[in-house]
């Protein structure tokens, strides 16, 4: 892999990864549309479809992260950091990109809605508590990491391709079992890429975009990667 193919694997395979679930939030909420109040599971497989296409597409080009989390915990993991700011970089550009194409998929949608729209973009938590929600996505996003570590490990499901998809359900699982008190994050990118957009996007009633509580699911997905990553690093090296 090429710093190019890095870059422009995670550019693509974020854009759709934030598409795909940025865009199922949408198909919930938004008045107008034939999946308005599909409810918590349509959310968490849209979520999950997402990172399954998202990193299939990216896979032979960059690893297939699509997410600083994950980039930061194997980095911790394996000690390679050179190519860390690629691929963030790359992640942060495509969650811009996703969230600016839902905005253009449903414009007639959020034209017939009332806001506030940010949930359609980034995390709220149901509860407001920082520490609580830190702990949450924390934790979350460490049991993303043994997922995508435990996979890695394995050989054979990463030349046949069933590790991406064992990490996208591993996903839908996060997102029914540990997602409801913060609407797990879990991916710095996938957050505030989107909460950019939904400040810039001229959306009548779109409400405030929650730059108190924005840290939270930057800061939270990022410890727990990095412990996720170098535990299950850990674990299997004892093996």
């Not at 349509?42 to 600083?68: D, E, K, Q, R």
Request: aromatic residues 12%.
């Amino acid at each position: 892999m090429t710093t190019t193919t890095i870059f422009f694997g995670e550019l693509f395979g974020t854009a759709i990864l934030v598409l795909f679930g940025c865009g199922v939030v949408a198909a919930h909420v938004l008045n107008k549309s034939k999946a308005h109040g599909g409810g918590w599971v349509l959310i968490t497989f849209g979520w999950g479809f997402g990172v399954m296409a998202g990193a299939y597409f990216a896979l032979p080009l960059s690893g297939g992260h699509i997410n600083p989390a994950v980039t930061f915990g194997l980095a911790a993991a394996n000690g390679e950091w050179a190519t860390v700011p690629v691929y963030v970089l790359g992640q942060m550009l495509g969650a811009i990109i996703g969230a600016t194409l839902t905005w253009l998929v449903y414009l007639s949608q959020f034209k017939n809605s009332d806001g506030p729209f940010l949930g359609i973009f980034s995390t709220e938590p149901e509860v407001r508590n920082p520490g609580a929600n830190f702990l949450t996505e924390f934790i979350a996003t460490a049991a993303l990491l043994f997922i995508v570590t435990a996979t890695g490990q394995n050989k054979e499901l990463a030349l046949s391709g069933v590790g991406v998809l064992i990490v996208a359900l591993g996903v839908v699982g996060i997102g029914m079992s540990l997602g409801g008190p913060t609407g797990y994050a879990i991916n710095p990118a996938r957050d505030l890429g989107p909460r950019i957009v939904h400040q810039l996007l001229p959306l009548k009633g779109k409400g405030g975009s929650d730059w108190g509580y924005s840290w939270v699911p930057i800061a939270g997905p990022l410890a727990g990667g990095v412990v996720g990553g170098v535990l299950g690093g850990w674990v299997y090296g004892l093996l």
